[in-house]
């Protein structure tokens, strides 16, 4: 299984509360975003990158 596929069978499950995702990824494909974006119990989706210099000039680059 995927993190998709767990993802599907996750949200089947009936919750009693709110439940909060965040997806923590390395990757930068456009297509894996705009997936996530589909899921309204995603709150983020926070890419992990090698180096703290890269990570930042990554961030500003997506604001």
Do not use: C
């Not at 297509?31 to 703290?52: E, G, M, Q, S």
């Amino acid at each position: 299984m995927d993190r998709w596929q767990i993802l599907g069978e996750f949200i089947k499950i009936e919750a009693h509360k709110t439940v909060t995702i965040y997806i923590v990824t390395s990757s930068i494909d456009p297509v894996d975003l705009n997936r996530a974006k589909r899921y309204d119990n995603i709150t983020n989706y926070i890419i992990k990158y090698p180096t703290v210099a890269y990570s930042f000039r990554q961030f500003k680059i997506l604001l």
